[in-house]
T-cell receptor, first 115, second 110 residues
Framework: DAMVIQNPRYQVTQFGKPVTLSCSQTLNHNVMYWYQQKSSQAPKLLFHYYDKDFNNEADTPDNFQSRRPNTSFCFLDIRSPGLGDAAMYLC??????????????FGPGTRLTVL | GENVEQHPSTLSVQEGDSAVIKCTYSDSASNYFPWYKQELGKRPQLIIDIRSNVGEKKDQRIAVTLNKTAKHFSLHITETQPEDSAVYFCAAREGGKLIFGQGTELSVKP
């Protein structure tokens, strides 16, 4: 089945220790998104890729970086996690083009704990 | 930019009753409005969406209405069941992004 996969599902890291979260998709969608979701809040968009074009949200901290080496994979790097970065991180995709009416398909999320 | 306001933040209904959640948006250029259901610890899942050229859409017990003039849209769930208990998010599309409302925690009591 076509889907959005996130690994790991649960990640524990130490304060200040870099961590990478991964997302892969078999939908062949050209748009990929990374969201941060804290308890009882709406998903907050961090950035998105339209093909290889990177779009950063204005309020996304520099501590968060992303890479998209190919259509199928996208990574979220947190360079120096702080306690406030503990959250669920959701990857989503849409296609064939962001300007048309497209549902966003969400992955199961990675729950990040910072000790 | 787009701003989406969602009300109420919590809603408790008795099983079998109807539930209504309302959202307003600010950007008249927005043209796509999805509703997502998120159960505890799970991913948001699309339950229904509506495009700006349509005023109402139904799917079994779920319906969405859109008033473009007033810039608001609503989710209606009829004959609620305990499994409808979840957090519901409305959203409006701005360019290639979805702008989410704050969420409504729906509790359906048996």
């Amino acid at each position: 089945d076509a889907m959005v996969i996130q690994n790991p599902r649960y990640q524990v890291t130490q304060f200040g220790k870099p961590v990478t979260l991964s997302c892969s998709q078999t939908l062949n969608h050209n748009v990929m998104y990374w969201y941060q979701q804290k308890s009882s809040q709406a998903p907050k968009l961090l950035f998105h890729y339209y093909d290889k074009d990177f779009n950063n949200e204005a309020d996304t901290p520099d501590n968060f970086q992303s890479r998209r080496p190919n259509t199928s994979f996208c990574f979220l790097d947190i360079r120096s996690p702080g306690l406030g970065d503990a959250a669920m991180y959701l990857c989503a995709t849409s296609g064939p083009g962001a300007s048309s009416y497209n549902e966003q398909f969400f992955g199961p999320g990675t729950r990040l704990t910072v000790l | 930019g787009e701003n989406v306001e969602q009300h109420p933040s919590t809603l408790s209904v008795q099983e079998g009753d109807s539930a209504v959640i309302k959202c307003t948006y600010s950007d008249s250029a927005s043209n796509y409005f999805p509703w997502y259901k998120q159960e505890l610890g799970k991913r948001p899942q699309l339950i229904i969406d509506i495009r700006s050229n349509v005023g109402e859409k139904k799917d079994q017990r779920i319906a969405v209405t859109l008033n473009k003039t007033a810039k608001h849209f609503s989710l209606h769930i009829t004959e609620t069941q305990p499994e409808d208990s979840a957090v519901y998010f409305c959203a409006a599309r701005e360019g290639g992004k979805l702008i989410f409302g704050q969420g409504t925690e729906l509790s359906v009591k048996p």
